[in-house]
């Protein structure tokens, strides 16, 4: 009998740990569903949570969703993608700040574990999967978000995809930085150099989706671009002096570096810093490798400083073909319209002005040139009436008015010279003893203008 029950024992010894061996978790095995009874269970857990939740009944199908997450969470990406909405759930119900708080950062967290096991996905990768998880704490925090957590969710992603990685996501990096930058003078050139690798990403996207002849997505990353360089613009960040600095010696350097020589561009045109002899070394070193809107703006620009007008017209002209971008465009066409504007050929000035607000309706500075137009031909539109002469100043009022209502980056420039009109304009007096005039009445105003305002 004793001789038996030590037989017994290693047997039974083995057949306990087989049975233990046969229901192990997901997370225990390494595998997507575990084994045993354990992966029937994942599986069971799966299938109720998604009915759950597709059927809005997502306290029925929390319990089991969270058992699925800890016990098989690389077993399906829908644990993800129901789970946001089962936290979205958690956080709205939250009964007080402490719970709200912790459903938030759970949230957050489950978004950190779709990347440790669906980060590879060849669509909805890493990238994709930081901008949903950017989005939403931005949509939780508000103003109070952290722009140094954002930075440094998004930058490993940029370093490892480079130009592969997510627009929406690039732009996030370097909203994150600039904001990062304000009030840390240790971070600008940092900024600037995230602006360059940011610019340089989009800039490929546009180069790709352009060559594609995909419409719809070029001009979803033309606006995102547009919005970086347009902050990189009015930053204060970044002035002329200290891109030189950066840029002074790594240009000779990089000067058949064509993704280096396109964002510098665009930083140093962004920054208004066009009159700077590097900018128009770069303008020809990338027009020579390749012509570019960029490029071909730059020449037009140092075409414009030595008065080669006609030569600069030719770059413009080159721009606005080169590029679908209509920010770019429509500065080009400004740009024409500037040149005529001072050659005295206003018809023309004002078609081209016309021109740039047909491809950027929010530009106000064709605005502020054509009233600027306007007021200089008062006297020979009305060589023998000086009090219809200061009535053209109305006209060019009403410019400067509809300027500083459509882009708030000219009101200050259109107050400063609807002040300035104002004083021009006829008296009451003036008006009360001239025949053909009546306050209020529509007045015409002829020669090359040929529109119409209202009396004052």
Known sequence: MMKLKNLLTPVLAFLVASLTLGAQTGVETGTPFGS??????????????????????????????????????????NIYLYGVQIMNWKIESAEDDATRQDAIEKLLKLYDMRIQYFGDDPKYGKDYITTAKINDYLRLYGDKASYDKIYDWAKPVVDEMGEETESQLVYFFVFASMNKAIGNPNWHERYVDDYMTGNGILQNDVDALS?????????????LK?????????SGLADCDMLIKIYGDGLEKNKDNVKYLQAMLDMFRYAKCENSPLYATASR?????????????????????KGQMSQAKQYLNDAISLTSDKRLQATAYYTLGVIDMKARSYASARQYCNKAMAVNPSFGAPLILIAQMYAASAKSIFPDDPVKQRLVYGLAIDKLQKARSIDSS????????????????????????????????????????????RIR
């Open 226 to 234: 547009g919005q970086l360089d347009e902050l990189f613009a009015t």
């Open 36 to 77: 045993g009874d354990d992966s029937i269970q994942c599986r069971q857990n799966i299938s109720l949570f998604t009915s759950y939740v597709k059927g809005n009944n997502f306290k029925e199908a929390y319990p089991f969703w969270l058992e699925a997450l800890e016990k098989c969470p690389a077993s399906t990406k």
């Open 285 to 305: 070193y990338l027009y020579n490798i390749k012509p570019t809107a960029a490029a071909a703006m730059g020449l037009a620009s140092e075409c414009i400083d």
């Open 211 to 223: 060559e594609a002849g995909d419409t719809v997505k070029l001009q979803n990353i033309q606006a």
């Open 410 to 453: 000219v009101s200050g420039e259109a107050g400063r010279l609807i002040s300035q009109y104002s004083g021009y304009l006829p008296s009451q007096q003036d008006i009360f003893f001239h025949p053909d005039l009546n306050s209020g009445d529509s007045f015409y105003v002829g020669g090359w203008i040929g529109e119409s305002t």
